[in-house]
């Protein structure tokens, strides 16, 4: 697992949501509903600035306003970012995924496709669909595996890849946090099982999002198939070689 250094955009982002409505055909129903929420939009954007510099990554849920429905404004970050069309409409997005292109998924490791997670799932908190601080590159699998699960409160929620670099109590080479072991247990079948030593001075909360991290995206089980897979090869390659 490694961390990531928070996107570099050359727009601020209420300037982001702007910009994506202006793309939208003038005069149109959808645009003007649009228009109505960007007192909101712009609110909450800095509402989470913040709460994180505070130290809190979940904030309260936003109210819309009457007979609008999420999907309506978060649509604006799947037709205006994620969605591929003419030149520069996925400049925003090329420019987050950027980073972890050549590294792979930042959560597993895995070398698919990448795409981008909500931290704080869009369709609970549309007002923050196209806030880049709240877009992380990860694989498709880690993706939907995570889906729209969202903590309940500050105490549960995975760790943010931006804000959450681990403190000088935790092993780590550069960005990667380095306290995920492997469990080797050999009788009649290769086994791996995969564990999180969690140093004596990593607080409450910092042992609960860890473990959340792993839960929230398979990550026990995934690791343990890849050693699986690696262990096969590698006793194939021997036995061939004997």
């Excluded at 909101?40 to 819309?64: C, F, Q, T, W």
């Excluded at 931290?119 to 498709?140: F, R």
């Excluded at 670099?165 to 080479?173: F, G, N, V, W, Y």
């Excluded at 910092?206 to 090869?233: C, D, H, K, P, W």
Aim: glycine content about 8%; charged content about 35%; overall charge positive.
């Amino acid at each position: 697992m490694y961390f990531l250094e928070r996107p570099k955009l050359e727009d601020k982002p209420e300037e982001i949501f702007r910009k994506c409505l202006e793309r939208y055909e003038d005069g149109t129903e959808k645009k003007e509903r649009l228009k109505k929420c960007q007192p909101l939009v712009e609110k909450d954007l800095a509402r989470y600035e913040r709460s994180v510099k505070a130290g809190n990554r979940i904030l309260p849920k936003p109210k819309l306003p009457d007979g609008m429905k999420a999907e309506e404004l978060y649509v604006v970050y799947e037709e205006k970012v994620l969605k591929k069309g003419s030149a520069g409409r996925r400049r925003y997005y090329n420019k987050i995924v950027k980073p972890a292109k050549s590294r792979g998924c930042p959560f597993c490791g895995g070398t698919g496709t990448l795409t981008l997670d909500h931290y704080l799932p869009k369709s609970v908190y549309p007002t923050l669909c196209v806030l880049p601080d709240n877009l992380i590159p990860v694989c498709t699998d880690c993706n939907g595996r995570k889906g729209s699960k969202c903590a309940a409160n500050g105490n549960g929620e995975p760790l943010h890849l931006y804000y959450d670099r681990p403190d000088r109590s935790a092993r780590t080479e550069g960005d990667r946090i380095t306290d995920i072991y492997l469990h080797v247990r050999l009788d009649d079948s290769f086994v791996a099982e995969y564990y999180v030593e969690c140093p004596e001075k990593w607080t409450e909360r910092f042992r609960r999002r860890v473990s959340e991290q792993m839960e929230i995206f398979g990550l026990y089980e995934r690791f343990s198939g890849f050693a699986v897979i690696e262990t096969t090869n590698l006793e194939t390659s021997w036995r061939g070689a004997i």
